[in-house]
Each structure stands twice: as C-alpha cells, then as structure tokens.
C-alpha cells in the first residue's frame, strides 16, 4: 500500500489518542511517541504495522506488511486505521443533541473534540472487553499482554501483532489459565475465536448480519453479556448507540454529575442513558472523561 494521508477535524485531540495507545508501558503491539504511534496488527494472517505520525491538521500513514496485502486486506487495514484514530463518530450531533441540556450541556462544554478511540478489529475490542471484565486496569493489560505474546505473531520490526480469531483459537485453556488467566475468561476467548474460526459466529457487518443481529448472536455465547456486547460495539465498529448501563466508572461519573451521595444502580443508569439514545456511546465517553478532566 502507497502512504496516505487523511485530514483531521480543527478540534482534533490528538493527546487523547496518543494516551490511549500508550496504555501498555511496555509497548508490546504499540509504541507510541510524541505526535507518532505505531500498532501491530494481523491482517488475513499476515503480520502488519500501521504508522501513523500526527500533525494538527492530518494523519500521515504508512502501513508495512510482511506480505503483500489482498484487496480486502488493503481495505481492512484502512478501516483500522479510521479505528484507531477515533475517526468513526462524529461527536457533533451528540454536541447538538446535548446543547440545551440540564445535565449533559455543561460536561460536553469542557469537553470539545472528544471521540471515540477505538480497537483497530472487532475481534480485537471483543477480547479486551473479556479480559478487561471484573479486574482492575494494569491488571487487566498484563493479561492482554500475555495473550497478545502467547497467539499474535511478531512483525519483522520486531512489534508483535494483536491475534486474530484463528490463532487465538488454537490456544489451549492450559496456555491460559497457567499465565493467570481466569478458567471463566479462558473459556470465553476460546469459545469466541473458534465460534468466529468455524464462521459460525460473523462478526462483519452485512445485508444480512446487522449490528443487531451481531450483538444477539454475541449474547447467545456463554460468558459474554450485555456489558461485554455494548463496549465491544463501541470500541470494535464505533457504533454510536451503545448502553454503559453496567460500566462501574460510568455509574461512578454519573453520580458525581448528579452531585449524589451513592451511585446509581445499573436500572437507573440505563434510564438515565436511554434519554440520550441514539448517542450513547458519547454519553459514555463524556462520562468516562470527566474522571480524568484535561488540564
């Protein structure tokens, strides 16, 4: 693939999405430096590093691959890319949508430019969203480290590739559980990737294959729920309505919005939430930045 470059919006943050790649201070499938980052990923198999520097105004990529890349794995890596970039939600209609109101009006005015970063694969998000589920965060990276070193493959730079469904399937549960995975969260990435490795679980979107019907078909393996499903279509397709209902730091930061001496229960939040559909997924991402406000 020849380098492309893609505008960014005037209100571009680009710190957020620097911070958000850096998360794992060992830069096992990312490295991120000032105004540049770099993410591993596997695409049809093949190792690929997606290099994206950042100016103000654009996004200078380069993407190099150990093997030439398909067409649909041309379009892929694209699509990735727009992923990690936050490039999917336009938070505009959120910003109108919120303008005038009581509790949300305010928070989005401190917050100008905040997106969505995503995973750079659905596959990828779904399986952050299960390691990531009931521990804490540096816990939960660790983990992820360790699956990425146990299924990805190394890219010849040296920056190991987050796996894809067909190399985490052939884990074993032994491989997982002997590196402090739970047995409960070991069972669910196997029994996702070998469902998704058997194409009886799709997770490409199609005439056919609705986000709708995608998150039904999630729900229906065991281990995976309603918290699991919303995070892995927010940080998996961008999709703009998700519910967080469940999500502790979004119940966390909706009580201090509220000014409340306790939290909301999850049926509260869910109501609180619905009144901002179809923008929930900004609603949540308000929520979860103002636990960590910009200078």
Not at 188 to 217: K, Y
Request: aromatic share 6%.
């Amino acid at each position: 693939m020849k380098p492309y470059t893609l505008p960014l919006p005037d209100d571009y943050r680009v710190d957020d999405v620097l911070a958000f790649h850096r998360r794992d201070t060992e830069s096992v499938a990312e490295e991120v430096s000032a105004e540049r980052f770099r993410k591993g990923v596997l695409l049809d198999d093949v190792p690929v590093v997606l290099d994206v520097a950042l100016s103000p105004s654009a996004a200078h990529v380069t993407v190099h691959a150990d093997a030439k890349l398909t067409a649909a794995a041309q379009q892929q890596a694209r699509d990735a890319v727009l992923n990690i970039l936050g490039l999917r939600i336009d938070p505009a209609p959120f910003y109108a949508f919120v303008k005038k109101d009581k509790l949300f009006a305010a928070l989005a005015r401190k917050q100008p430019g905040l997106r969505i970063v995503q995973s750079a694969t659905v596959f990828e998000a779904l399986t952050w969203a299960i390691i990531g589920q009931q521990i804490n965060l540096s816990f939960a990276i660790a983990l992820r480290r360790t699956f990425i070193l146990l299924a990805g493959r190394q890219h010849g730079s040296g920056l190991w590739c987050y796996p894809d469904a067909h190399r985490a399937a052939a884990l074993t549960l032994e491989d997982l559980t002997s590196r402090k995975f739970s047995r409960a969260k070991a069972e669910t990435i196997l029994r996702l990737a070998t469902l998704v490795t058997n194409g009886e679980l799709r997770l490409a979107p199609a005439d056919d294959n609705s986000i709708d019907q995608i998150s039904a078909a999630l729900l229906a393996v065991k281990g995976i729920g309603p918290w699991t499903v919303n995070y892995g279509l927010l940080r998996g397709y961008g999709h703009a309505d998700c519910s967080l209902h469940g999500d502790v730091a979004v119940r966390a930061a909706l009580q201090a919005l509220l000014g409340e001496d306790v939290k909301p229960d999850i049926k509260r939040t869910e109501e609180i939430l619905a009144r901002y559909s179809p923008h929930r997924t900004m609603a949540a991402a308000h929520l979860w930045a103002s636990l960590h406000p910009r200078d």
